[in-house]
């Protein structure tokens, strides 16, 4: 039951890395700008240097978080599927099934041309 609770949750997980990218985005732009900003680049701010640092990296990170983590539908899908597929391989009964309805359409056919 925790599996379903923590995928009904990935949606507002997605929503929290894309303002967190957002507002480390902004941070980087005008660290940038500030970073660039003196004409000669020997006296540069080492406040915006230090920002830079740690805020590239973890704009990486969340970005790459952002493309793996799927969102609320296509986890249940994964998860709803992903065990039908288990159970139709492990069960003997259920690999018989779509021979079976298979030569049942083909009578259904036959009887009605």
Do not use: H
């Not at 507002?23 to 000669?40: E, F, P, S």
């Not at 288990?86 to 259920?94: L, T």
Request: glycine letters at 4%.
């Amino acid at each position: 039951m925790t599996e379903i609770y923590w995928i009904t949750r990935l949606d507002y997980i997605q929503g929290f890395l894309i303002a967190l990218l957002i507002l480390t985005g902004v941070m980087i732009i005008v660290a940038t700008i500030c970073y660039c900003a003196n004409d000669d680049f020997t006296n540069m701010s080492p406040r915006a240097r230090r920002v830079l640092k740690w805020t590239v990296p973890s704009f990486a990170i969340m970005l790459s978080a952002l493309c793996f983590i799927p969102s609320t539908k296509e986890a249940m899908l994964i998860y709803g599927i992903g065990g039908t597929i288990d159970y139709i391989k492990s069960n003997d009964k259920a690999k018989q099934l779509p021979d079976k309805c298979i030569d049942a359409l083909t009578r259904y056919v036959d009887n009605n041309k």
